[in-house]
């Protein structure tokens, strides 16, 4: 299925990005896909990184906003609300990747064909690269399906590899949270309750893996959001919060089955009700590893 005249916009925040962003920006560049914007916004850097991003821009398909350092959640849920209302499909960009030349030509055709007229979210596996792109491994595939009961407690795959259609853009600009951790968590709570998400098992992107990233994908599972929690003002229980926060914004519009999955995982207070909830089945990791864990941080009420 082709997808020649489809405007995609590509959605990418920056901050002190200078060491990796040109080899990023070329291979956003060379899509093969015709119709492809950028648009940046720099989260207030204090390096190279604006020089380059003005370089790029006046070779066109760039745009750049410069602005003040809202950390890289708001930074990106900023930007979705900037995104161009004629674009009808929205890609998530980090500034440390590199993407194969067919990455957005691939998501395109997999929302036109299994979105069904929804919302729709993309998103899908990566390979795993050091610093200087060799590889450490392809990331590994969720035992899951996505589903609103893995999206309560966890983001199944990486921001930098999620694409949106514009009916979900539309949604999730109704309501931009105040508690998320991260604007792709939220993007797949959102989508897993209201629309329809789809994971790729094939890798279109090379992830890198340094010292610098916000969100490392080869942590463990409680470091990953002990990380995600740290500095950013945020309450412990971040599942629990934004789960309150989907239920104020979007509890009204769930189906009958999901707003009561969503009411059973806020419930869960004392340890007697944490204890039936772990073990209740309804909240799924990626790997059976993964559902251990999250019924230990269950337990000790850590979500």
């Not at 979007?250 to 999955?261: C, F, H, I, S, T």
């Amino acid at each position: 299925m082709k997808a020649e005249g489809e405007k995609v916009q590509i959605l990418l925040s920056t901050y002190n990005g200078e060491r990796y962003l040109r080899p990023l920006l070329e291979s956003l560049l060379a899509q093969d896909h015709p119709h492809v914007e950028i648009l940046v916004r720099d989260d207030g850097s204090s390096d190279g990184t604006v020089s380059i991003l003005r370089e790029f821009e006046t070779k066109g398909k760039l745009r750049f906003l410069h602005g003040e350092n809202l950390g890289f959640a708001r930074s990106f849920l900023h930007l979705l609300e900037l995104a161009s209302p004629e674009a009808s499909f929205f890609a998530f960009c980090d500034q440390d990747d590199i993407w194969k030349p067919d990455k957005v030509s691939r998501a395109i055709q997999l929302l036109k064909e299994r979105s069904e007229g929804q919302p729709a979210l993309y998103s899908g596996r990566c390979l795993l690269v050091d610093k200087d792109l060799q590889l450490l491994a392809p990331s590994r595939i969720p035992t899951c399906e996505p589903s609103l009961g893995n999206a309560l407690v966890q983001c199944l795959s990486a921001g930098c590899t999620m694409v949106i259609n514009a009916s979900a853009r539309d949604l999730l600009v109704e309501h931009l949270p105040v508690a998320t951790p991260s604007h792709d968590w939220w993007l797949y709570l959102v989508l897993s309750a209201l629309g329809r998400v789809i994971y790729d098992p094939e890798p279109k992107i090379f992830y890198r893996q340094h010292e610098s990233n916000v969100i490392g994908s080869r942590l463990r599972l409680r470091d990953k959001l002990m990380k995600r929690l740290k500095g950013k003002g945020l309450k412990l229980h971040a599942c629990t919060d934004q789960a309150r926060e989907l239920q104020c914004l979007y509890g009204d519009r769930l189906n009958p089955e999901k707003r009561a999955l969503l009411d059973r995982f806020l419930q869960r207070k004392s340890l007697l009700e944490r204890l039936r909830y772990a073990w209740s089945g309804e909240i799924r990791g990626k790997s059976p590893k993964d559902d251990l864990k999250l019924k230990l941080l269950i337990l000790l009420n850590y979500l």
